[in-house]
């Protein structure tokens, strides 16, 4: 058997272990508990839950950032987690959101969380990119008329295809559009 998903069971007695990945960079692990709340641990630590205190807590916190702003147009969302905040932030169709997630595995999990996040990996008007915010331009339109670093990766629809290319180069496809 697998040590993490053993010391997942340990740990969790009473959740079931719906999916698990284990990346360069983190373990991502989704779980089921008696109640029917799912539940994303990194490393096996909590993330994010769906939860209706934390989707509502953390829809807000989106929310309040894109309705604060007199005409928001676009958001930079710094990490996915379970996908609530970057659905709060996209809720208004015509704001354009950038989310910069570390790991594509869990932007792969975040599909598990669907129900809470409302499907934000394959909204058209939401972009996830693989890589780590310190290279990443603060601007989210800007990054289209730079060269692309190599560490980098460009989710397109669906997080079973996000992640890094096999020759660790930037995707041809580096936006995705509406369609």
């Known amino acids: 058997p697998n040590p993490y998903s053993a010391a997942l069971r340990y740990r969790y007695p009473d959740e079931r272990l719906l999916w698990i990945e284990e990346g360069a960079q983190t373990t991502v692990s989704i779980q089921e508990q008696s109640d029917g709340t799912r539940v994303m641990y990194l ?17 807000l916190i ?8 007199p005409n928001p147009r676009e958001a930079l969302v710094v990490g996915l987690g379970g996908g609530v905040t970057a659905h709060g932030v996209s809720a208004i169709p015509t704001v354009h959101v950038e989310v910069v997630e570390l790991s594509g595995e869990v ?6 969380l669907e129900r809470a996040n409302g499907g934000v990996v394959d909204k ?3 972009d996830i990119r693989v890589d780590d915010v310190a290279t990443t331009s603060s601007s989210p339109r800007s990054a289209t008329t730079s060269s692309p670093p190599t560490s980098s990766s460009r989710c397109t629809r669906g997080p079973a295809r996000c992640g890094r ?15």
Do not use: C, I, K
């Open 62 to 69: 989106g929310a309040l950032a894109v309705a604060l702003h």
């Open 124 to 126: 058209p008007n939401v």
């Open 43 to 59: 490393d096996g630590l909590h993330q994010a839950n769906d939860s209706a205190f934390m989707v509502g807590y953390h829809s």
């Open 165 to 179: 290319s096999s020759t660790g180069s930037w995707p041809e496809t580096r936006w995705r559009t509406a369609g």
């Open 107 to 112: 932007v792969r999990g975040a599909e598990y």
